[in-house]
């Protein structure tokens, strides 16, 4: 008999939510910006698809500021700040190295720079038919040692 809950879980975990083609992103990763809203200036420090849209985070030196690719308007300037490039691509398709339970497989759903390290967007539980109290969010920041490239 086939696992129906396991192949609906591998499928839902592997599946974007974006469709078929990834959208393309307004700014690239520390890209300079600047913010229609406040009329400050701040450079891209993560990406993440929520809400059916890329949301940004933009550092603006005392603040990070979540905003849609509406309120913002790219330099085509990067910031100049010492950090590697991220390991991992948006969509990039990777395996958790410690997850017990179900498929291991995730797509990378967002990036985001914290203390000059990258750390990667996953889902890592699907949703269910009944609100959890215990969980609030599905999505977790992972680290770039907890993750392995799956090749394809």
Not at 30 to 45: A, I, N
Request: hydrophobic share 40%; aromatic share 10%; with cysteine.
């Amino acid at each position: 008999m086939i696992d129906h809950i396991n192949a609906l879980q591998t499928s839902w975990y592997l599946s974007p939510p974006w469709g078929r083609t990834i959208p393309p992103v307004a700014v690239n990763l520390l890209e300079r910006v600047f913010l229609r809203t406040t009329r400050r200036f701040g450079y891209c420090c993560g990406m993440q698809w929520k809400h059916e849209c890329w949301l940004y985070s933009i550092d603006c030196g005392n603040e990070i500021v979540h905003t849609t690719q509406n309120q913002i308007i790219g330099t085509g300037e990067l910031e100049a700040i010492r950090v590697q490039k991220p390991a991992f691509v948006l969509g990039e398709r990777v395996m958790l190295c410690s997850h017990d339970k179900g498929t291991k497989q995730r797509l990378i759903l967002g990036i985001a720079l914290v203390n000059n390290s990258w750390f990667y967007i996953v889902e890592l539980v699907s949703p269910t038919l009944t609100q959890s109290r215990t969980i609030s969010n599905r999505f977790s920041l992972i680290g770039e040692k907890s993750l392995v490239r799956v090749n394809t």
